[in-house]
């Protein structure tokens, strides 16, 4: 029989989209954990072995190991230092020997902290994620923090659900470009701290990507090489970096004095590129900039199938240089954005406002870049 679960231990399942839970503990052997915590002060405890299970040993199990009092034990690997060093050794040599693991929802009780930080991605299966998700794990396992990873399917109620169940977990959470309104962030914000990434949230710090130097650079290398007229395929309605690619697209067009119009997708997939094709030719537009890579990629493929020559007659720029835009063929042109940067850097802001650091007062940019490939090139048709 699968146990019942504590509700702090799942984070953010069910309605909330969870995709990775890194931390759980059984509602069976929570009580064992807060009574260990209470009695001993400990802050490492771990779950009370089940019958004929000798793989959860609790600090009872070391103590009796090591010949000492439960409070010694807990005083050994809550805070090094506060027994004699031949002591600490004893201990965690008995540790080691029980396979004895810290239980981090226990150590939350006397401390308030988990060690954990949550992270919530608008949609796990975009690869433009996967580099903001390895920034900010790399960042919070050099300090001693577990990251906990959750996605919001695009939705911003699900967003809310999710955040609102992570934050009663850990210690404080990132957002990637989130879908809920500003009020909401900094509600979410005065309960504990939070980090945005890719959107500029007043009040609240913030990792956005600068995309004025990317996309002045893909404006300019189309309008060198003979385009008039400019698409642009715009990401998700609520999507604030949506609306600034946009706004990036019409200023650097304006500069070269190009046309541009935006065309409206139905979702941010390889799919929702190709449904788009159709209204793309209809435009009369001969370059196209998409609000990121996979609707570049879907567009690409639609296009060639319909017999359309890339970049001979039109050229395709995408967004964020995710993992895999140099597989297509052509090898896809895109905006760089600094994903994996992104992640490190919200990751560090974090765990300095935990640790006592104000966060900054605007919000942190960094650039974009044009990285030219095959998809975009000079107009032959």
Same mark, same amino acid.
């Given at each position: 029989m699968r146990p019942n679960l504590h509700p702090t231990g799942w984070a953010s399942i069910g309605e909330a /989209?969870?995709?990775?839970?890194?931390?759980?503990?059984?509602?069976?052997?929570?009580?064992?954990?807060?009574?260990?915590?209470?009695? +001993?002060?400990?802050?490492?405890?771990?779950?009370?072995?089940?019958?004929?299970?000798?793989?959860? $040993?609790?600090?009872?199990?070391?103590?009796?190991?090591?010949?000492?009092?439960?409070?010694?034990?807990?005083?050994?690997? +809550?805070?090094?230092?506060?027994?004699?060093?031949?002591?600490?050794?004893?201990i965690e040599d008995a540790a080691e020997q029980l396979n004895y693991r810290v239980n981090p929802f226990a150590r939350a009780l006397p401390t308030g902290r988990t060690q954990t930080f949550g992270l919530i991605v608008a949609d796990i299966t975009n690869p433009t994620f996967f580099d903001i998700i390895r920034g900010a794990e790399s960042t919070g396992s050099s300090r001693d923090y577990t990251l906990v990873l959750a996605e919001s399917a695009e939705s911003a109620e699900t967003e809310v659900t999710a955040s609102r169940r992570m934050l009663s977990t850990v210690d404080g959470l990132i957002l990637?470009? $989130?879908?809920?309104?500003?009020?909401?962030?900094?509600?979410?914000?005065?309960?504990?701290? &939070? &980090?945005?990434?890719?959107?500029?949230v007043d009040g609240v710090p913030c990792v956005v990507p600068d995309v004025t130097k990317g996309i002045g650079q893909a404006v300019r290398s189309l309008a060198a090489n003979g385009h008039k007229q400019i698409a642009y395929v715009a990401g998700p309605a609520q999507s604030w970096m949506s609306a600034r690619r946009w706004e990036g697209v019409q200023s650097a067009a304006e500069w070269s004095k190009l046309?541009?119009?935006?065309?409206?997708?139905?979702? $941010?997939?390889?799919? /929702? /590129?190709?449904?788009?094709?159709?209204?793309?030719?209809?435009?009369?537009?001969?370059?196209?900039?998409?609000?990121?890579?996979?609707?570049?990629?879907?567009?690409?493929?639609?296009?060639?199938?319909?017999?359309v020559h890339v970049p001979d007659q039109i050229s395709i720029v995408g967004f964020d240089d995710i993992f895999g835009a140099d597989f297509t063929t052509p090898p896809l042109t895109t905006v760089r954005s600094p994903l994996g940067e992104c992640g490190s850097r919200a990751a560090t802001l974090l765990l300095d406002m935990l640790h006592g650091n104000e966060g900054p007062s605007?919000?942190?940019? &960094?650039?974009?870049?044009? &990285?030219?490939? /095959?998809?975009?090139?000079?107009l032959l048709a």
């Open positions: /989209g969870m995709a990775t839970v890194l931390l759980f503990v059984a509602i069976s052997d929570y009580h064992v954990a807060v009574t260990e915590a209470t009695n +001993s002060g400990a802050t490492t405890v771990s779950p009370r072995r089940g019958r004929g299970d000798k793989s959860s $040993p609790t600090i009872y199990d070391i103590a009796k190991l090591a010949g000492v009092n439960p409070s010694t034990v807990s005083r050994a690997l +809550s805070k090094p230092g506060r027994v004699s060093a031949k002591t600490q050794k004893i990637a470009s $989130p879908r809920m309104d500003d009020e909401q962030i900094r509600a979410l914000a005065a309960d504990k701290p &939070v &980090v945005v990434i890719n959107r500029d046309g541009a119009v935006r065309v409206e997708s139905t979702k $941010p997939t390889v799919d /929702g /590129g190709r449904y788009v094709a159709r209204d793309i030719l209809e435009s009369g537009a001969t370059a196209v900039i998409t609000y990121n890579d996979l609707l570049a990629i879907g567009l690409m493929q639609e296009l060639q199938a319909a017999g605007g919000a942190i940019q &960094v650039d974009t870049e044009l &990285v030219v490939r /095959g998809s975009s090139g000079r």
